[in-house]
């Protein structure tokens, strides 16, 4: 037998990774070997083992594999909330929308957005917390607001939809403002921000940002929105919307297909160029459309043009003839008389001599 050796200290390596068979001899080396390597130490399930090498072991492996995952499947179908994510599909009916989300569905809808909920058993659907107050009908939206160049995400609860866009924003620009000047957000929630990241929004200003509404989805088309002659096609959307800072958040997601909550990202002028990339394929892609329909255009009326000229032809097959044979006739006539009284004129001078 040979000598086993630790690969990270050399001592006497009794210990083996199950995942990447690298050899250690204490726990700290294998904390090490984890820290370094970025092993998680569990055995691979699924690794190529050759037919020479395969052994009872490995075939009892593959069948526990196989009977986890008929486990698992059979798990999703006794749960009603994963059985089906669709109402009334192949028989299985899946939960009902509560009747709070009903509510904040036909709110929004009034003021001309659009929201689709995820399945109940989705973190995202749990928290959130947009509600339709039907005493004082007032909107309230949970807003995700995207710091791309703090890579930090803030969770604003309950923001009216009247509130100015310019509000939700407002914390990151001034570091004096605060709850009672009606903003509507909470103070507490920004505190997860470091002050490298004010600082960064800060030099930045108000003038110097953009908001965009990120696109997760699109409106479903209704009975009777295609009634102009448009074709059966979607319009194509945008995958980020720059939203208007002056005016509410009611205004900026009117005519929107949201998926539970808006969600918003703040960036600066400087990068938007990454944010209107697909404004711009779409521009190319339309002028390059239009280029297109003026060519086949040309392209048809050249064709006309040439199945007239043939039709004429065939019409009078001997237009062309005649016609070569009037100038040749012309031509012939001209040169013979010119040759034949410059030859008697010669004639006639050698006579004289």
């Known amino acids: 037998m040979g000598l086993l050796v630790c690969d990270l200290c050399g001592a006497d390596g009794k210990y083996k ?6 050899r250690s001899c204490s726990v700290a080396c294998v904390q090490q070997h984890k820290q370094v390597s970025g092993c998680d130490g569990i055995r691979k399930k699924v690794k190529y083992i050759p037919v020479n090498k395969f052994t009872d072991l490995d075939l ?12 698992t499947v059979d798990k999703c179908r006794r749960d009603k909330l994963k059985k089906c994510t669709n109402q009334n599909v192949d028989g299985f009916m899946a939960p009902r929308i509560p009747m709070r989300k009903r509510k904040l569905e036909q709110a929004a809808a009034r003021r001309g957005v659009q929201v689709k909920f995820l399945p109940s058993h989705f973190a995202r659907s749990k928290d959130n917390k947009s ?5 004082s009908k007032e ?3 949970d807003v995700d607001l995207y710091l791309p160049h703090a890579d930090k995400t803030i969770k604003l609860n309950s923001v009216p939809d009247t509130t100015k866009l310019w ?7 001034e570091p004096d403002i605060s709850e009672d000047q009606d903003v509507g957000f909470q103070k507490s929630q920004f505190m997860n921000l470091t002050q ?38 979607l ?7 720059e939203l208007d800072m002056k005016r509410s958040l009611r205004h900026n997601l009117r005519g929107h297909a949201l998926v539970e909550h808006p969600c918003l990202e703040v960036v600066s002028k400087w990068e938007a160029c990454n944010y209107r990339d697909q404004m711009i394929m779409d521009f190319y892609e339309e002028q390059h459309r239009e ?17 007239i000229m043939e039709k004429q032809e065939e019409e009078n097959p001997d237009t062309e003839a005649e016609a070569y044979n009037k100038y040749y006739n012309f031509y012939f006539n001209y040169y013979s008389n010119k040759y034949s009284a410059s030859d008697k004129q010669h004639a006639t001078e050698d006579k004289n001599r």
């Open 17 to 22: 990774c199950p995942r990447c068979d690298t």
């Open 60 to 71: 009892v492996q593959d069948f526990r594999i196989l009977e986890s995952a008929s486990a």
């Open 131 to 135: 509600t339709f107050n039907s005493k």
């Open 139 to 141: 909107l309230s939206w």
């Open 167 to 173: 509000k939700l924003v407002a914390p990151l620009f």
């Open 196 to 233: 490298e990241d004010f600082d960064t929004y800060r030099s930045f200003g108000y003038g110097g940002v953009l908001v965009y509404l990120r696109t997760e989805t699109r409106r479903r088309k209704r009975n009777g929105e295609n009634m102009s002659g448009e074709t059966d096609d």
């Open 235 to 241: 319009p194509k959307e945008q995958r980020y919307t």
């Open 291 to 307: 280029e297109t329909r003026v060519e086949n255009e040309t392209i048809k009326k050249e064709e006309e043009g040439e199945e």
